[in-house]
């Protein structure tokens, strides 16, 4: 009986009840979840990219109207209250800060109280 389990009868099982299936059965459950939760996350990315390319021109529209370039902007559609996000991407220039840094420290300051440093590795 085990091996026919899904994933729904699962989890109206108590706890203890799940525990004592065989390994094979938690194993094929446990892979069986996972595969839900990828699939889960192509459909969200789907549907994301559905509303971008429903949305975006208008909110850009909307954006440029109030003088803003990025932000959150809000208007109705059919009823529905669509809130528009489009954060402010700060490129900061990498050799400048690290001059900042440098002087602070010069300084006898701790440039952690006021930089948050990040290391990353070329590929």
Known sequence: MNKTITLDQMRQMP????????????????????????????????????LTRRYADRADQIRKEAGKDSGSVRFVDDGVHVIADLPKKVDWNQQSLKEIVDRIRCAGEDPDEYVEITYKVAE
């Not at 525990?19 to 549907?47: G, H, V």
């Open 15 to 50: 706890l203890g009840k799940v525990a004592i299936l065989d390994a094979a059965t938690l194993a094929r459950l446990q892979d069986q979840a996972l595969s839900a939760i990828e699939q889960a996350k192509l459909t969200k990315d789907f549907l994301d990219g559905v």
